[in-house]
Nanobody, 122 residues
Framework: VQLQASGGGLVQTGGSLTLSCAASGRTFRSYAVGWFRQAPGKEREFVAAITWTGTKDFADSVRGRFTISKDNVKNTVWLKMNSLKPEDTAVYYC?????????????????WGQGTQVTVSS
């Protein structure tokens, strides 16, 4: 399974970015897909997830600003980030679990993309 995250970049406070996560070797149709981020000197943290049914989950810090969507045909998940803040600066990763039809925010995420850098300038 390979995950490819892309779409990061440099944006000013209040701006928007859309990250993409594409998979090979696994279809998103039966899995939850998660986004995580890790800022320098901090632990990796949950950002958002979308399940096989399209149910969405967001961290409190991004709820109302970020949206998550997917296309099962394109096997791609997008994380649209609006109203970005300097504290959103981090490397963003997408992830897949091993098990189908299972999701909890704190479950084991077995497959990870390489990460894409998001930098929000003040």
């Amino acid at each position: 399974v390979q995950l490819q995250a892309s779409g990061g970049g440099l944006v000013q406070t209040g701006g928007s970015l859309t990250l993409s996560c594409a998979a090979s070797g696994r279809t998103f149709r039966s899995y939850a897909v998660g986004w995580f981020r890790q800022a320098p000197g901090k632990e990796r943290e949950f950002v958002a997830a979308i399940t096989w049914t399209g149910t969405k989950d967001f961290a409190d810090s991004v709820r109302g600003r970020f949206t998550i969507s997917k296309d099962n045909v394109k096997n791609t998940v997008w994380l649209k980030m609006n109203s970005l803040k300097p504290e959103d600066t981090a490397v963003y990763y997408c992830a897949l679990p091993r098990d189908i039809y299972y999701y909890t925010r704190t479950m084991e995420w077995d497959y990870w993309g390489q990460g894409t850098q998001v930098t929000v300038s003040s």
